[in-house]
C-alpha cells in the first residue's frame, strides 16, 4: 500500500482554525464565562490530523465504491 501524503500546511491552519474557536487561547480564556473546557493547541492538532484522514478514507472508499459500480456496469 503507498504512503499517503497529507498537506501539513492545510493541517496546521485547520489546527490554528481549532485553537481559535475553542482552544486555551488568551481571547478564549478572557470570554470564557460559562466555565467550558477550554483544550490545548496540541489536542486541536490531534483533531486536526484526525480530520485529515478520516478525508483520505472517505475518498478512498468512494473511489472503491465508484470503481465496483463500473465493473457491473461492465
Do not use: P
Not at 9 to 37: C, F, L, P, W
Not at 58 to 71: G, L, N
Request: net charge positive; charged share 45%; hydrophobic share 25%.
Amino acid at each position: 500500500m503507498e504512503a499517503t501524503k497529507y498537506n501539513k500546511s492545510e493541517i496546521m491552519k485547520q489546527a490554528h482554525t481549532y485553537y481559535n474557536m475553542v482552544g486555551d487561547s488568551r481571547k478564549n480564556r478572557e470570554r470564557n464565562k460559562t466555565g467550558r473546557t477550554l483544550i490545548s493547541f496540541g489536542e486541536c492538532l490531534r483533531m486536526a490530523w484526525r480530520h485529515a484522514k478520516r478525508e483520505v478514507s472517505d475518498a478512498r472508499r468512494k473511489e472503491a465504491i465508484r470503481k465496483e459500480r463500473e465493473v457491473r456496469e461492465e
